[in-house]
């Protein structure tokens, strides 16, 4: 198989795991965001909610991580040290980047003020960065083969 297109999998698992997690970390930061103002939310909701956005909003986010993925990680890929901790370091900042300048651009571009409601706060882009850099450890670890 080339190698180019053994890497495909592990792009899908990065952007699989990117995608999850940063479905979950959106939900639980808008739930947060509800209680503020009041609401009460109980757990069995949480779960719910969770699971509607997995199906409902992963989709979206999914777009968005493909969009920053398919230049970032290839990118890091060819740059990045063949080994060690600087490759696995390479491919953290380039997952966070990545999610980073992609939520940049959906938001220069979305009708509202955030496209992401996560978005809204540091903590919440960070949080979502730190999927991006999840997504990109996930290609670190299983395209190191693909490379041979």
Do not use: E, K, Y
């Not at 949480?46 to 989709?59: E, I, K, M, N, Y």
């Amino acid at each position: 198989m080339p190698p180019n297109t053994r890497l495909w999998l592990p792009f899908g698992l990065a952007v699989f795991v990117a995608t999850l997690f940063g479905s979950i970390v959106q939900t639980q930061f808008n739930l947060a965001a509800l209680q503020q103002l009041g609401a009460s939310i109980s757990p069995a909701v949480r779960l719910q909610t969770t699971a509607h956005d997995l199906l409902g909003f992963s989709p979206t986010l999914a777009a968005l991580v493909i969009a920053a993925f398919i230049v970032a990680l290839p990118l890091t890929a060819w740059a990045a040290p063949a080994g060690g901790v600087l490759r696995w370091l390479a491919f953290i900042l380039a997952g966070a980047l990545a999610v980073w300048l992609a939520l940049l651009a959906a938001n220069a571009v979305a009708p509202m003020p955030t496209l992401i409601g996560a978005n809204r706060s540091l903590s919440g882009t960070l949080a979502l960065m730190l999927c991006g850099s999840l997504g990109g450890l996930v290609f670190a670890r299983f395209s190191g083969a693909a490379r041979r």
